[in-house]
């Protein structure tokens, strides 16, 4: 037998333990149909397809090479986890808007090879879409601007 990546069976066997885990809570709880979904509807897919990924990517890892691990990026994880902290603090108070806004800004530190310009293009585009989809699309109820700026009209 050739080398095996360690890294990736263990993910698989990972997947396919919170599969099972899933599925096994499930077991017992009403599946209903596709259109009316039952309280086992959700986790049984989930397991199902937590476990088929776990089979794969455990399949995959015996025609792998095991890889060395690098230095860990703490740079992005520190960025990309303090992205949804923030919006999740500031959206009652700025508002929908200027917290996505700040979030994908906050979000884009992580790399760095993204230039301010198109930090804040991307910013605005990101927020533009969203606003779009979630409030005018969806009708979404709640706040594109917050009690904590000023009047703003909205």
Same mark, same amino acid.
Request: proline letters at 5%.
């Given at each position: 037998? *050739? ?21 096994? =809570? ?7 149909? +596709?259109?009316? /979904?039952? %309280?086992?509807? $959700? ?13 794969? @990517? ?10 060395? #691990? *690098? ?5 992005? /994880? #520190? ?11 500031? #959206? ?6 200027? =917290? ?12 760095? &090879?993204? &230039? %301010?310009?198109?930090? #804040? ?6 927020? @533009? ?9 969806? +009708?979404? %109820? $709640?706040?594109?601007? *917050? %009690?904590?700026?000023?009047? /703003? +009209?909205?």
């Amino acid at each position: 037998m *050739g080398s095996v990546n360690r890294a990736d069976l263990s993910a698989g066997i990972l997947f396919i333990l919170f599969g099972l885990v899933f599925g096994v =809570s499930s077991a017992g709880l009403e599946m209903g149909t +596709g259109l009316r /979904m039952g %309280p086992g509807y $959700f986790p049984m897919v989930l397991a199902v397809v937590l476990t088929g990924l776990g089979i794969a @990517i455990a399949a995959t890892s015996f025609r792998s090479v095991d890889e060395a #691990v *690098g230095a860990y990026a703490w740079r992005g /994880m #520190v960025f990309i986890l303090a992205a949804p902290v923030f919006f999740g603090l500031t #959206v009652r108070g700025l508002g929908f808007v200027p =917290s996505i806004f700040a979030t994908t800004l906050i979000a884009s530190l992580a790399g760095l &090879k993204l &230039k %301010p310009i198109y930090a #804040v293009a991307l910013a605005a585009a990101v927020t @533009i879409f969203c606003t779009l989809v979630f409030s005018v699309a969806l +009708g979404l %109820p $709640f706040r594109r601007f *917050g %009690p904590w700026l000023p009047a /703003m +009209g909205y």
